[in-house]
């Protein structure tokens, strides 16, 4: 499933349901999606008529859940769940659906834990970091927060769902680093926050399916789209450990402003940019590195796999949040 929301950085892989709807005799559903603005809309019609197979379903339930889809409401919603990296995971209505774009903290996130390391994400939604990150490295511990316990609850069934998990995985209700029980404090090796960078001026100008049925707490940035990320660097340092990561997602055009938020609380900032999906983040690490730990990379500060690329300084080119 293709992510649905306009501006959501686009998809990062073709649908797994894409070539079937015409073939299954949905030409009209096609047309009905396509009429209503849907921008994919062969796969999201593919996607609804699998869910419609689905056991205690079918045509009622399929009509209902198109007419909630042509009346605005996100594809992901509808079908509780949301397609990130290859992989499937739980969202539900009223909550941020991951965008493609956070692939970007996903990678930073798997090269930079060391084994048996613990990572933290904060501003987490549905968890999609540390569901992911979890999936693909048994070895570690992953902690998750969020202010809204709607998302709160949707994390932890995600996080419950992961298998052979070596550590704890926990999802945390409260506002940013006030969520976390204390035993936590210090212990941290990777943070990563997709904390809001919206100006509160431009959330009104986002796609519909964001302004109506995702929670503002999810969406404003603040006056310049910066407050919430502000607080996340200023707190930090004293959950990280020595040598210990911090890692930001953000709008190109929000990358200067965030590098030098991290420059005056003494973490040197580097810009990871993933292009296949317009992913940005701004990561430092917290001064005592211990070489030679990292679970995906032999050296103390190794180059994220795959598609990403990593900058000395900010980068400057501009973007949309």
């Known amino acids: 499933m293709r992510n649905s929301l306009v501006g959501g950085g686009g998809p990062a892989h073709p649908s797994p349901y894409s070539g079937g709807p015409e073939s299954m005799g949905a030409p009209a559903l096609v047309a009905r999606l396509r009429a209503a603005g849907c921008v994919y809309p062969e796969d999201e019609a593919a996607a609804l008529l699998a869910a419609a197979a689905g056991p205690g379903r079918g045509a009622p339930w399929l009509e209902h859940v198109v007419a909630r889809r042509v009346a605005g409401a996100p594809l992901e919603h509808l079908l509780e769940e949301v397609e990130l990296a290859g992989e499937r995971m739980a969202v539900a209505a009223g909550v ?27 501003c987490c939604g549905a968890a999609p970091v540390a569901t992911l990150v979890g999936r693909a490295r048994p070895d570690v511990t992953v902690l998750a927060a969020d ?30 680093y006030d969520a976390l029980p204390p035993r936590w404090r210090g ?8 904390a809001p960078y919206v100006p509160s001026a431009a959330v009104a100008t986002m796609p519909r399916e ?5 929670p503002r707490v999810a969406l404003d ?33 929000g990358v200067p402003a965030l590098a030098a938020r991290f420059r005056a609380h003494g973490l040197v900032p580097e810009v990871h940019v993933d292009d296949d999906v317009d992913g940005t983040a701004v990561v430092g690490r917290l001064a005592g590195a211990r070489a030679g730990q990292y679970g995906d990379g032999a050296s103390s500060d190794p180059a994220p796999p795959g598609r990403g690329r990593d900058h000395g300084g900010p980068e400057r080119r501009g973007g949309h949040a």
């Not at 798997?110 to 084994?115: D, Q």
């Open 147 to 176: 202010v809204d316990t709607a998302a709160v609850a949707v994390a932890r069934r995600n996080l419950a769902g992961i298998v052979g998990l070596a550590g704890p995985a926990e999802a945390h209700a409260g506002d940013l």
């Open 210 to 214: 964001a302004r109506e049925h995702e």
């Open 187 to 194: 212990r941290v090796d990777v943070l990563v926050a997709n």
């Open 96 to 122: 941020f659906v991951p965008r493609a774009r956070t692939r970007v903290l996903v990678d930073v996130a798997r090269a930079r834990l060391p084994l048996g390391g613990v990572l933290l994400e904060l």
């Open 221 to 253: 940035g603040g006056p310049d789209g910066t407050a919430v990320q502000q607080r996340v660097v200023a707190g930090a340092a004293a959950w990280l450990r020595p040598g210990g990561f911090l890692a930001v997602e953000t709008s190109r055009a």
